[in-house]
């Protein structure tokens, strides 16, 4: 049974691009949380998805944008860039009451 | 301030040794509380959950909540060199909704 996937598993932008994220949940999973991770830092929550609609939203700026599947798989789109955008992006579902299953995260570096 | 604190650390301990990982949140409306584990490279992993105050015991690890201090601890027994991971707390007001993460404690295990 696959766990949470995510790809892919490192990339380079340049400030102002655009970046996408993509996320499939563990099976049996519907809904699906992004969270950044800054170096030395707790993971920081950026938004949910059920049912293919945003559910909640953490402080992020309107950069960050999601989008859910039928098959419950996710993206995180990223608009224009900034430095301080470079941390670990990680995927999280969960398919019942409290326990979210991380993936290993999309390592986001912008020069 | 934040709403999770949590002793930053780093802290090293000989292998035997019992660990006490802890933090402290401003947050009345937490209910759940967890603790995490992550490895270098790899996303969190659920050590613990824990719904309201008191005790939680699972092998050498042992979670406490009392939430009229406002404060979490993770106890490890007959530490490993294996436990060398950064622990990270969440709590949610929801058993659906967003974790809040301290921003974690590096631990080493010194055979």
């Known amino acids: 049974d696959a766990g949470v996937t995510q790809s892919p598993t490192h990339l380079i932008k340049t400030r102002g691009q655009q970046v996408t994220l993509r996320c499939s949940p563990k099976s049996g999973h519907d809904t699906v949380s992004w969270y950044q991770q800054a170096l030395g830092q707790g993971p920081q929550f950026i938004f949910q998805y059920y049912e293919e609609e945003e559910r909640q939203r953490g402080n992020f700026p309107d950069r960050f944008s999601g989008h859910q599947f039928p098959n419950y798989s996710s993206e995180l789109n990223v608009n224009a860039l900034l430095l301080g955008d470079s941390a670990l992006y990680l995927c999280?579902?969960?398919?019942?009451?409290?326990?979210?299953?991380f993936g290993n995260g999309t390592r986001l570096t912008v020069t | 301030q934040k709403e999770v604190e949590q002793d930053p650390g780093p802290l090293s301990v000989p292998e035997g040794a019992i660990v006490s990982l802890n933090c402290t949140y401003s947050n009345s409306a937490f209910q759940y509380f967890m603790w995490y584990r992550q490895y270098s490279r790899k996303g969190p992993e659920l050590l613990m959950y824990?719904?309201?105050?008191g005790n939680k015991e699972d092998g050498r690890f042992t979670a406490q909540v009392d939430k009229s201090s406002k404060y979490i601890s993770l106890f490890i027994r007959d530490s490993q060199p294996s436990d060398s991971a950064t622990y990270l707390c969440?709590?949610?007001?929801?058993?659906?909704?967003?974790?809040?993460f301290g921003d974690g404690t590096t631990l080493t295990v010194k055979p």
């Open positions: 824990t719904y309201s105050s």
């Open positions: 999280a579902s969960s398919g019942g009451p409290g326990v979210l299953h």
């Open positions: 969440a709590m949610s007001n929801t058993n659906a909704g967003k974790s809040t």
